[in-house]
């Protein structure tokens, strides 16, 4: 079955600063990868997703990539902010199931003013 | 609605009660999913709804635990004779289409404390 690693686990920056999570999946026939941003107690948070027919998408200061050759893919945050503190999520799709999400073990982003 | 809604936030069971947690999915949406989320780490699926159907209950964790969604809206999470490892967080979420590359939206969940 599919399984999702995600590294850092935790990550802190200076405000205005760059973050990068990454993450490696191991099934060739995953085709969807969502991030989700959760705060604490709250719910996790769609921010950007990548289907495999691309490379790239960027969303304002956040950007995701994906390697399929290599299985992995990358959240960018550019110019972080103190509320971008939070657990952040990849995921991607089980192979051959209806949609189930593989989470990885999520990655603390704190940004300090 | 404007989002899913779960009910209730939180619930306090002793061991070997039953409990029933609520989903309301986004109006429409036809994939209606179940998490479970333990503390500080990533949600794990459990099992999945097509409209009424349940297409897909792989990762429920125990024949203890029962979901149902019998009008393809609402959907109800049932677990009999809690056990202490129930405690955790259950998602809901739901997704417009039933294709596996669409975005899904989650519900707050509800917190699940066995004592």
């Known amino acids: 079955g599919e399984n999702v690693e995600q590294h850092p686990s935790t990550l802190s920056v200076q405000e205005g600063d760059s973050a990068v999570i990454k993450c490696t999946y191991s099934?060739?026939?995953?085709?969807?990868f969502p991030w989700y941003k959760q705060e604490l107690g709250k719910r996790p948070q769609l921010i950007i997703d990548i289907r495999s027919n691309v490379g790239e998408k960027k969303d304002q200061r956040i950007a995701v990539t994906l390697n399929k050759t290599a299985k992995h893919f990358s959240l960018h945050i550019t110019e972080t902010q103190p509320e971008d503190s939070a657990v952040y999520f990849c995921a991607a799709i089980q192979g051959g199931s209806q949609g189930n999400l593989i989470f990885g073990k999520g990655t603390k982003l704190s940004v300090k003013p | 609605g404007a989002g899913v809604s779960q009910s209730p936030r939180y619930k306090v069971a002793k061991r070997g009660q039953d409990v029933a947690l609520r989903c309301d999915p986004i109006s429409g949406h036809v994939s209606l999913f179940w998490y479970q989320q333990a503390l500080g780490q990533g949600p794990e699926f459990l099992t999945y709804f097509q409209n009424e159907a349940q297409l897909d209950k792989s990762g429920l964790p125990s024949d203890r635990f029962f979901a149902e969604r019998p009008e393809g809206s609402v959907s109800t999470l049932k677990i009999q004779r809690t056990q202490q490892e129930d405690s955790a967080v259950y998602l809901c979420?739901?997704?417009?289409?039933?294709?596996?590359?669409?975005?899904?939206?989650f519900g707050d969940g509800t917190r699940l404390s066995i004592l």
């Open positions: 099934d060739s026939a995953s085709n969807y």
């Open positions: 979420a739901s997704s417009l289409l039933p294709y596996s590359n669409q975005p899904q939206h």
